[in-house]
């Protein structure tokens, strides 16, 4: 068994847009393609996929803005979860910030998606008490 983490490629969208739909992470109001054009344009490395022989199993979608590192899409598929494939993907990412000189990773967890916190306790990350705001500006669907 050959497991794999790497940059994403093009070739791989319809794999991981399946993937997010099967991991729940698809929303009405967010275009799954339309936010895989706009990371690739950015041209920074910071999109993974972990694949185990070949077939892709994993994602962690990374950002940096100069200040904070962010994290999104991060998904297991299903049947390959509690393995450390999740914890193996958020390392590769977190070594490509640190890389950047990035100090600090903020992330934001849906309040339905509670189960993810333990996860993300389990890797080191601090509830930082903060309350998430959003401003949509270009409306996706
Ligand atoms: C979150 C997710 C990526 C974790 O992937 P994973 O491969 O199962 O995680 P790992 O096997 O690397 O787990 C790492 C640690 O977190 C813990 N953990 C993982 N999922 C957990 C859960 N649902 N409840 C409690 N602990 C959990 C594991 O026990 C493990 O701890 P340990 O190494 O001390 O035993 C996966 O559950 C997933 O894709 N969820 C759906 C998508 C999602 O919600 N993404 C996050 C958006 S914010």
């Not at 050959?2 to 994403?8: A, C, K, S, V, Y």
């Not at 847009?17 to 339309?34: E, G």
């Not at 041209?43 to 892709?56: M, P, Y």
Request: positive net charge.
């Amino acid at each position: 068994m050959e497991i794999n983490i790497r940059t994403f490629s093009e070739f791989d969208t319809a794999d991981v847009v399946s993937l997010w739909q099967a991991c729940d992470l698809t929303r009405p109001w967010n275009n799954p393609h339309k936010d895989i054009l706009r990371k690739t344009t950015l041209k920074d490395n910071l999109f993974l996929v972990a694949t185990i022989d070949g077939e892709l199993v994993g994602t962690v979608m990374g950002g940096y803005e100069g200040h904070r590192g962010w994290i999104n899409y991060l998904a297991v598929s299903p049947v390959h979860r509690k393995r450390g494939l999740g914890r193996a993907l958020m390392k590769s990412i977190e070594h490509r910030l640190l890389a950047l000189d990035c100090p600090k990773i903020n992330l934001q967890i849906r309040e339905s998606n509670a189960p993810v916190i333990a996860f993300y306790e389990a890797i080191g990350f601090l509830d930082d008490k903060a309350k998430s705001y959003g401003k949509r500006l270009i409306p996706d669907n």
